[in-house]
């Protein structure tokens, strides 16, 4: 099973043993299959079937089992499928030892094999190209007689190459013939075979896939978006400093990009060719030591506010100021209409309580029979000082329920409503060592983690209760209570921000990678992606990680070679030889809320006897900037025509009307409406909500591994 992250100095392939081949002074078991195995022997004879367990060891002294092994994992969950070729021991090891290391000194064979058939004494030359995240590539050049060509002889066909002693075993290729190519002047036939990386990666479960690096769909999209598995790896590699790749056994590996402080094994000068050995660091121009990544993190904050009313009808304090005043001033405001005036602005009501008139009783020596009257009036035929008309009033009672009557209420309205949130955070990440060198070389990128309010069931039917309920979330400083849906997808901040820092990071450090040693070496048949090689020669001194190799042979000279290509990381100011371990921001914001009116106390008016009433605003219809121009027109009139009027829209509260009569000295009025004034939502706390969090700095380490390069110079 592979490794996961986070990486650090630790080798991340599945550790299967492979560099023990190339160690000759102790006995290593390469591996142990329970398994029934069909074997065809070459030489003569039928097919044999048995039933064994197999073992392949590595011993300094004794013998290969004769039997070449190559496990493919179709799934790496799966028991592994296993093909096996029996061999004899290599009659035609005629390739010379001295250009080679990991066969005691013996010579060795190169034997390929195509579609199961050894081609014999017709390949010219071979190589095999193995590359990080590439496709491994091999060319044969065969010897072709004169005559006609089969052109599909070889084509799709598989290959495979094995590099053999009488010890020593190893596999250097495997692959499909993909484009056979015919060279008419040299009188060769090129054999091109590729193992498709992409086809390999397909093979892989969903679950090795997931366990690779880190991913967000804030970041990379949904994961039901991905075409193939190449593409969800692709971007998974992208927040890790490692390289994911399959070597000649098929086997895949994920490996850190990081040189192992201990080497898989050593070059020294002799298995080393100087004259074709190069150094090349990085370009400056594409050296990235500061990232500054801007992070918008958008929700919804659910907001529930309550307001209060009271009323209390001309600040009556007990039941027989009401009797005793009722007959001049009016009956309280019926509870229907103060029910209807309350619930008709867009908040929902609950929590009422109520007071009404007075139940029928004796109070203070005055017998009230009824709740609820209706009045009439008998002239008396004189008139006040203002030549209204005296009159008595005659109390008919009608009913005796004091509950449709409020002299006194209160109550609480409730308004929910959505206020998008846009957190934006500046986080920046950078290497001061780097920077003092090179300067500041930064890159700027930017994502946005959203969470969709429509997904979570609570926020799904915010705002549209038709019941009061009653309040939810954490109370704010200026009242309301907010509940933030930001956890749609579980952890999605802290995830989606680890994934862009990641990806930041690896990009520095992909920069400061880009530092290469390659050479021409003997052959090197157990060379992989996923060694460590310590090159210890007068040129060179240092631990590079094998980025790339290829194996050619001249079967003419009898000659094999390794090119080898190491990279390492270069950052000469700084001491560190791992990589940061990278914490994404956890402090959060406090998110302002805007005050508002928490607690309203309703009124009494009184309309004067013959004024106007006007009931709807003139000017509702009309903007702000058309308003004040209204205003400004009223405040140059000096002089008001017509009769005086009364703004009905403006009151707040219970509106009477003088009827023009007079009892007792008093004005006598009667009830015309109850209105309640319901505030509008602040516009700053519908409107979305920019939130610029203050920019954190992280100082992130980028490795150095030291070259310690030198030039030689001969004397003349």
């Given at each position: ?23 000759t002074n102790r006995s290593t ?437 038709k019941h009061y309920k009653r ?43 880009q530092n290469t040693l390659t ?198």
């Amino acid at each position: 099973m592979l490794g996961t992250s986070p990486l650090n100095t630790t080798l991340l392939a599945t550790d299967t043993g492979e560099a023990a081949q190339a160690e000759t002074n102790r006995s290593t078991e390469l591996i142990r299959i329970g398994c029934t195995v069909r074997a065809i022997v070459e030489q003569s004879g039928d097919l044999i079937a048995i039933t064994c367990n197999v073992y392949q060891r590595t011993e300094s002294g004794g013998d290969l089992l004769h039997i070449a092994q190559v496990a493919n994992p179709v799934c790496d969950r799966e028991l592994l499928q296993v093909s096996q070729h029996a061999f004899n021991p290599a009659p035609n090891r005629f390739m010379r030892a001295r250009f080679a290391k990991g066969f005691d000194g013996e010579k060795y064979a190169i034997r390929i094999f195509v579609a199961g058939v050894e081609l014999c004494n017709v390949v010219r030359t071979c190589e095999v190209h193995f590359a990080e995240e590439e496709s491994a590539k091999a060319s044969l050049y065969l010897r072709e007689p004169c005559g006609a060509i089969d052109l599909y002889q070889y084509y799709n066909r598989h290959l495979v190459i094995y590099a053999q002693t009488d010890k020593f075993l190893y596999q250097v290729f495997s692959g499909i013939i993909d484009m056979p190519k015919i060279d008419y002047s040299g009188r060769l036939r090129v054999l091109n075979a590729t193992k498709d990386r992409s086809k390999s990666v397909e093979e892989l479960s969903i679950d090795t896939i997931h366990s690779i690096g880190y991913w967000s769909s804030s970041i990379f999209g949904e994961e039901e978006d991905y075409e193939t598995k190449n593409a969800q790896l692709t971007d998974r590699l992208s927040t890790i400093p490692a390289s994911f790749d399959f070597d000649a056994r098929e086997q895949a590996y994920l490996t850190s990009w990081l040189p192992k402080p201990v080497a898989d094994w050593t070059l020294k000068d002799c298995d080393v060719y100087e004259a074709n050995m190069s150094l090349e660091m990085s370009s400056a121009v594409s050296i990235v030591n500061r990232v500054e990544i801007e992070l918008h993190h958008q929700f919804d904050r659910l907001i529930h506010r309550e307001i209060s009313f009271n009323y209390r009808y001309l600040n009556f304090m007990s039941d027989f100021d009401y009797i005793i005043r009722v007959a001049a001033e009016g009956a309280a405001p019926k509870l229907a209409d103060v029910q209807s005036a309350a619930n008709g602005g867009g908040w929902t009501t609950g929590e009422w309580w109520v007071k009404g008139t007075p139940q029928p009783g004796v109070y203070n020596g005055i017998r009230w029979k009824a709740a609820e009257y209706k009045y009439d009036y008998e002239p008396t035929g004189e008139k006040d000082e203002n030549g209204h008309d005296i009159v008595n009033v005659v109390q008919i009672p009608i009913g005796s329920d004091s509950n449709l009557y409020a002299l006194a209420a209160s109550w609480k309205a409730m308004r929910r409503w959505k206020q998008a949130i846009d957190e934006k955070y500046t986080i920046v990440l950078q290497n001061p060592e780097s920077i003092t060198i090179h300067g500041e070389k930064k890159e700027k990128v930017t994502y946005s983690i959203k969470h969709e309010s429509d997904d979570d069931k609570v926020a799904r039917n915010w705002g549209s209760e038709k019941h009061y309920k009653r309040p939810k979330g954490v109370k704010q400083l200026n009242g309301d209570y907010a509940t933030n849906i930001d956890n749609v997808i579980p952890g999605e901040f802290t995830n989606g921000c680890r994934v862009a820092m990641q990806i930041g990071y690896t990009r520095m450090l992909e920069s400061h990678r880009q530092n290469t040693l390659t050479m021409d070496c003997k052959f090197l048949p157990f060379a992989s992606l996923t060694h460590t090689v310590h090159v210890a020669t007068k040129r060179f001194d240092a631990n590079v990680k094998i980025s790339a190799y290829s194996h050619s042979w001249d079967f003419t000279s009898k000659r094999g070679k390794t090119t080898l290509t190491g990279k390492f990381f270069m950052n000469p100011a700084s001491g560190e030889q791992a990589f940061s371990k990278v914490e994404p921001p956890t402090k959060r914001p406090q998110l302002h809320c805007n005050t508002f009116q928490q607690d309203f106390i309703l009124n009494d008016y009184v309309v004067p006897y013959g004024v106007e009433v006007i009931e709807q605003d003139p000017n509702a219809d009309k903007d702000e900037d058309e308003k004040e121009e209204e205003e400004e027109k009223d405040k140059g009139n000096s002089i008001t025509i017509g009769k005086p009027k009364f703004k009905l829209y403006e009151c707040n509260g219970y509106v009477r009307k003088e009827t023009g009569y007079t009892f007792k000295g008093t004005k006598m009025k009667r009830g015309i409406a109850f209105r309640v004034e319901t505030p509008d939502i602040e516009e700053e706390s519908t409107d979305t909500l920019d939130v610029d969090v203050a920019a954190q700095v992280f100082n992130l380490a980028i490795p150095h591994n030291e070259p310690f390069p030198q030039l030689t110079c001969h004397k003349k």
